[in-house]
């Protein structure tokens, strides 16, 4: 049998990455790793680790260990806790489902984690002035020779790779896929950690299901560096979402509300009241539809900004962490850039659209029986909202959420 050609060597390319998050970090490491020049360009003015807990499935683990970056997926898989079981109750707190989260012995775990601790393993290992804060996107453009892109700071970069890491509201997508808009999915969502080590213990993930879908998660998150106990929450309220952006922010600065919690068993109500103010952050939940292509010449997207979807099956970190191994691993080629993206794009288009059609179907079996409502929709391009109804079948499911 004749051996495959060998892949070519990659010359060094200037790479600009648009989103300091999980999948723009590990991107970032692993092109600099692979010799190319590159800046990692973040809005704010440093690392942004809120997000609480997360469930990062066994292939997102598995895409860190495919990055092969030495000593980074043992720094995680100390950081984490292994889920061991997952448990399911009513609002009453009755048990609804219970089942053990089983594994191959030779399968790496679905981890529960703090996201900081993913972001700050990641940061670490970057080379000094490739991390760039406070620069903000507002334009790119590109030819034939290359793609230039100005930010919010005045200053400007060219180069031969642009990569839109830059998640939900992405700025590289706005461009690159204009018909792109934000699907509201009903909920305002509260997530936080607390100090405590009695109501989930040694990897256990519980969620507290309404009569259709999920309204609140609670999950084991070990100890801290000095020992101290900590468990994640999170609460989710089917709500309208506001048509005025300034009172959506501000409804997001609000604590869970009471009428919320007086629908919680007492010792969960209890637990989220215990949570101080600046260990909680909110948002309102939205997915976008799948988009026909994630690059366009020598741009590609990454992460949320291609393919943001809903937490009921805990796949948007993992759908990021893979794009970056993807694309790293086209870029080590010898190939053009867009050679190369073209290859990234046919390989993970249809695995994104998978995970993304597979989150609504769930959504809609342990959804709402209304569609979700903005307080007065208008269309895409005034809004940037889009609307997708979902569908009542079926009963609730053991939601994965992170």
Partial sequence: MGQAPARRVAPARRVAIVGAGSSGLLLALLLQRQGHQVCLCERAPDLRP????I??????????????????????????????????????GDLIESSPAERAP??????????????????????????????????WSQDSAGVEAHFDDGSYWQG????????????????????????????????????????????????????????????????DADGVPLTHWGFFQEEVLPADRS???RLLSEPVPEEGLAKLPADLAALIRATPPQRQVANWSFDIDPLPTLVA???????????????????????GLEDAVALAAEASDGAGVETALLRYNAERLPVVHRYQERSRQVSARTGRL????????????????????????????????A
């Fill in 297 to 319: 010449g020598r741009v590609a997207l990454l992460g949320d900004a291609g393919h943001a979807m809903s937490s009921s099956q805990a796949r948007g970190m993992t759908a």
């Fill in 370 to 401: 209304r569609r979700p409502q903005v307080a007065a929709e208008q269309g895409p391009g005034a809004t940037g909202l889009g609307m997708t109804p979902f569908s009542a079948a079926g009963p609730a499911q053991v939601p994965a959420a």
């Fill in 106 to 139: 030779d399968e790496q775990p679905s981890l529960l984690i703090q996201r900081r601790f993913i972001l700050e393993a990641l940061a670490a290992r970057l080379d000094r002035g490739v991390f760039r804060p406070g620069a903000g996107l507002l334009s």
């Fill in 50 to 53: 809120e997000g609480c807990g």
């Fill in 247 to 249: 009172e959506r922010r």
């Fill in 55 to 92: 469930l990062l499935v066994r292939s997102g683990v598995e895409a860190i260990a495919a990055a092969g970056i030495p000593g980074l997926l043992e720094e995680i898989l100390a950081a984490g806790l292994p889920v061991s079981r997952f448990v399911v109750r009513n609002l009453r």
């Fill in 160 to 223: 031969d790779l642009l990569v839109g890491a830059d998640g939900l509201h992405s700025r590289v997508a706005q461009q690159l896929a204009p018909l792109r808009s934000l699907n509201f999915l009903g909920d305002r969502v509260w997530r936080g950690v607390v100090t405590d080590g009695s109501f989930c213990r040694d990897g256990e993930f519980f969620v507290y299901a309404r009569g259709r879908g999920v309204y609140a998660n609670v999950f084991d998150l070990g100890t």
